[in-house]
């Protein structure tokens, strides 16, 4: 049976002051735009706007139901009551009475999944790094968008895997899918909820290659850097330091007599380090040098690469691949999700800041640095992940390349591996005797 029709619509003020509920805009991509809305049809931004939901009960009275303005939520308050609204029809068709479906005018000692969720972020926002929190939060409004029951003791395992395929039908990566997957899990094992899903349940990715920058891609990108380019980089490249650890590094955390860089959390800018770990990180003193420099002419900044605004810069990504496009490194077949190709812009997938740490472990493990020291310089809590980066240099290392030519040396020689007969008056007569009778 079809599902009863809830609108939602969005609660604005207007100029004059009065307010209005109007049909939410809609994007491009068939998807409802945030806090936008449809009046006197144009699309305009509303942020002081409140979304509601409008329904009819079993009698046929419309009802108004505020849902918030965070607009995920709102799409998992109109699929709720699409969903009650449908089996309550259906029970009274039976002549069925059904309790518990909405306790908004009743008692219930049932917990809403709406409102359990809500105090997880609530409890967890002063422990997590916000980035974290803001993640969990959008994992969260997905399922809640994905899932049409009401209260937290009807989730199982069919939820879990609705949830899966909503992801995938947003066409997010493998990967993604998996982390929104783990992450969902998270939440409801925090919630006391375990054991939700089988082994077999879980999406599943392609775990990609460690790549690091060749020696041969490096030198075209600090050619096509200018002044300001060039410094971020290499010290991206000397401190095998994380996006994040740049944008926050002040001069303080430069000991010019050491020459070392230290990785510190910032607690009055919210920083912090992953895995909660300070460290001390040796670097060249060409790089030493080179910030000391940038000190004298920017004595007043705190941050070494801040952005215009003098806050912690948000785009170094985007000028590191501005820059690769300069130097020709691209490579010419990604195209990003508008269908850019990278051959012509900026949008190759190829190259990230990251590949800049796994180039500094990779140059350090080849130049004879031990792994357990390289796992204290990156800030790895497990070796595991260490090792990981530096297979591409075990791959690319004089021993291994060694060891192949060895094994292929005799194709150098002869064009055929060692033993192999060249013509037929290379083979013994009693070896063709032989198979002639195992033919017979």
Same mark, same amino acid.
């Given at each position: ?12 003020? *207007?100029?004059?002051? +009065?307010?209005? %509920? ?6 491009? !991509?068939? /998807?409802?735009?945030? $806090?936008? &809305? ?15 939901? *409008?329904?009819?009960? +079993?009698?046929? %009275? ?6 918030? !303005?965070? /607009?995920?939520?709102? $799409?998992? &308050? ?105 992450c969902i899990l998270t939440v409801f094992r925090a919630l006391g909820f375990s054991g939700l899903v089988a082994k ?241």
């Amino acid at each position: 049976m079809k599902s009863p029709a809830v609108k939602l619509f969005l609660r604005i003020r *207007r100029a004059d002051g +009065r307010q209005m %509920r109007v049909k939410p805009a809609i994007g491009r !991509n068939n /998807l409802v735009r945030p $806090l936008w &809305a449809v009046v006197d049809g144009e699309a305009r931004h509303h942020p002081e706007g409140t979304y509601v939901i *409008r329904f009819r009960d +079993r009698d046929g %009275r419309r009802h108004w139901l505020a849902v918030g !303005n965070d /607009l995920n939520a709102a $799409l998992a &308050a109109r699929a709720r009551k699409e969903k009650e609204l449908a089996l309550s029809r259906s029970a009274a068709e039976l002549g069925i009475t059904i309790t518990g479906l909405d306790n908004e005018g009743g008692e219930s000692t049932r917990v809403k999944i709406s409102d359990a969720i809500s105090q997880y972020l609530d409890d967890i926002k002063g422990s997590k790094a916000h980035k974290t929190w803001l993640c969990r939060k959008r994992v969260a409004s997905y399922f809640q968008q994905s899932c049409s029951k009401c209260f937290l003791d009807e989730v199982d395992r069919r939820d879990l895997l609705d949830f899966r395929a909503f992801l995938y039908r947003r066409k997010l990566s493998d990967r993604s899918v998996y982390n929104a997957f783990q992450c969902i899990l998270t939440v409801f094992r925090a919630l006391g909820f375990s054991g939700l899903v089988a082994k077999g349940d879980w999406p599943s990715y392609t775990e990609r290659a460690v790549r690091a920058y060749s020696e041969v891609e490096l030198q075209k990108l600090f050619a096509a850097c200018d002044a300001e380019e060039k410094l971020l980089f290499q010290t991206f490249l000397f401190s095998g330091c994380r996006e994040q650890e740049i944008q926050y590094l002040t001069f303080p955390d430069v000991d010019c007599r050491n020459r070392t860089i230290a990785v510190r959390a910032k607690e009055d800018l919210d920083f912090r380090i992953k895995d909660r770990e300070e460290r001390l990180i040796p670097v060249p003193k060409m790089l030493i040098e080179a910030l000391e420099d940038r000190r004298r002419t920017h004595p007043n900044d705190r941050f070494i690469f801040p952005a215009k605004n003098g806050e912690p810069n948000g785009h170094m990504l985007r000028s590191l691949k501005k820059v690769a496009l300069r130097a020709g490194i691209n490579c010419g077949h990604c195209k990003d999700r508008a269908g850019r190709s990278c051959s012509k812009n900026d949008v190759c997938k190829n190259i990230t800041l990251h590949s800049f740490r796994r180039t500094y472990a990779t140059m350090h493990f080849e130049a004879g640095v031990r792994a357990h020291t390289l796992q204290r310089w990156l800030g790895h809590s497990d070796l595991e992940t260490t090792l990981r980066y530096l297979a591409v240099a075990d791959v690319r290392s004089d021993a291994v390349r060694t060891q192949v030519e060895s094994t292929f040396m005799s194709w150098a020689v002869s064009g055929t591996p060692a033993g192999t007969p060249s013509s037929e008056t290379d083979v013994n007569p009693a070896e063709m005797e032989a198979l002639e009778g195992a033919r017979r």
